[in-house]
């Protein structure tokens, strides 16, 4: 896409969902309070601990502005200033009792307003908004800013898009970061036609990790007979790794293996795969083979890796 077109794009959404917000108007939610009076009250109220230059510095604001709002929220009881006890001629600011009561006030018209903006939606429609936000908020990041393991989900239902977006992930993932041709994302589609048919979700598992909506990992065991199971799908995108998701997925996966009663657990792999193998062998699996192949544009080292469990 040609840059002009995607600044065009950009700010014909930016048009668009601020309309839908409703923030086009002078004053938010029929208040007294500005949208700016609105950003600089959660601000306190949700940072914590902060100063006059920290409240600009996170909102970007000029600081004789800042200043104007904050006498003003002082003189309407909304905040008082305290003494910071390393420099006395520094603030930290605290919101009232009176400033919470409006924080929540708006909080609430907020969360009504966007019920109101979603009803007409069905769930896979929520989720397809939340993942597009969530895709956004990743992309356009801090560079200092690491995604958290407590705000990712991990579920195992499979619910519909499930399928089509893990087949997404592994052909955008590995054609990006190891140059695999579209035979690679043929491969995974051939491997959930033969898995779907068999499903059995009292023997199989695929656990999905989502990050407000958007699929960032995957894991799943599949059984290969009555005391058998095939370690599948193992991915973790790039922008989540090393926070702790792909140990979460193992130990989850090891730990079903367990509950199920299987007594050997086998993956396939390549020899690209060095993180994933670390994985594999903290949680006791051994290498037992490597064949040369020639696939997905390349030639590679497929890697067999075994797990002999004792039942507890």
Not at 144 to 161: A, F, K, Q
């Amino acid at each position: 896409m040609e840059a002009e077109q995607l600044i065009a794009d950009i700010r014909q959404f930016n048009r668009f969902y601020t309309l839908q917000l409703g923030l086009l108007q002078q004053h938010v939610f029929d208040s007294e309070y500005s949208l700016t009076d609105i950003r600089v009250l959660y601000e306190i109220h949700f940072a914590g601990r902060t100063t006059a230059t920290g409240i600009r510095e996170a909102l970007k604001m000029d600081a004789g502005y800042l200043s104007r709002i904050l006498r003003g929220f002082e003189k309407q009881g909304l905040l008082i200033k305290h003494p910071l006890p390393e420099d006395g001629r520094s603030f930290y600011l605290q919101l009232t009792a009176r400033g919470r009561k409006v924080v929540t006030r708006m909080n609430e018209l907020s969360d009504h307003q966007i019920q109101e903006m979603l009803k007409g939606l069905d769930h896979t429609q929520q989720e397809q908004i939340a993942g597009a936000m969530g895709t956004v908020r990743r992309l356009l990041k801090a560079p200092n800013s690491t995604p958290r393991l407590e705000d990712i989900v991990i579920r195992h239902e499979l619910r519909p898009g499930d399928i089509g977006d893990i087949i997404r992930l592994h052909g955008v993932l590995y054609a990006k970061e190891f140059a695999y041709n579209i035979d690679f994302e043929k491969y995974v589609v051939s491997t959930f036609h033969e898995f779907l048919p068999a499903y059995d979700p009292a023997r199989d598992r695929l656990w999905l990790a989502t990050w407000h909506g958007e699929l960032v990992g995957l894991v799943a065991i599949i059984h290969r007979g009555k005391a058998k199971a095939q370690l599948r799908w193992f991915l973790i995108h790039p922008s989540f790794r090393g926070i702790g998701l792909g140990k979460a997925l193992m130990d989850k996966a090891m730990a079903y293996c367990r509950k199920k009663a299987f007594r050997e657990v086998y993956l396939l792999t390549t020899h690209q795969q060095d993180v994933a193998a670390k994985l594999y062998t903290r949680a006791g699996f051994v290498k037992t083979g490597t064949e040369p192949q020639q696939m997905w544009g390349h030639d590679l080292y497929e890697e067999r890796y075994e797990l002999k469990l004792r039942q507890r």
